[in-house]
């Protein structure tokens, strides 16, 4: 199984930017596609962007031209850089594994708050 640790989150002031780090540890030369979902309070969990095994990126129609996901020099770590950040950007944000098992995994999260 894929063990998921991120870093990078912290309070904001609108139109700035964050960085999200997520480093995965295990069975990593499994993994399909990583990605970055987030959660506000009282709402589902949504999908923010993924990069699929070959570098297929995909947005969410909220964050496209400001969010850009990529993958580090090393393959177990993908970056989520956040820019013109909005107040509606607030939320627990949550990197996510899918193996080409099907298994998926989830980190721990890590809050970021748009905010004046």
């Known amino acids: 199984q894929v063990q998921l640790v991120e870093s990078g989150g912290g309070l904001v002031q609108p139109g700035g930017s964050l960085r999200l780090s997520c480093a995965a540890s295990?069975?990593?030369?499994?993994?399909?596609?990583m990605g970055w979902y987030r959660q506000a309070p009282g709402k589902q969990r949504e999908l923010v962007a993924v990069i699929v095994h070959g570098d297929n990126t995909n947005y969410a129609d909220s964050v496209k031209g400001r969010f850009t996901i990529s993958r580090g020099n090393a393959e177990n770590t993908v970056y989520l850089q956040m820019n013109s950040l909005k107040p509606e950007d607030t939320a627990v944000y949550y990197c996510?594994?899918?193996?080409?098992?099907?298994?998926?995994?989830w980190g721990q999260g890590t809050q970021v708050t748009v905010s004046s």
């Open positions: 295990g069975s990593i030369f499994g993994i399909y596609a």
């Open positions: 996510s594994s899918l193996e080409y098992s099907q298994i998926r995994s």
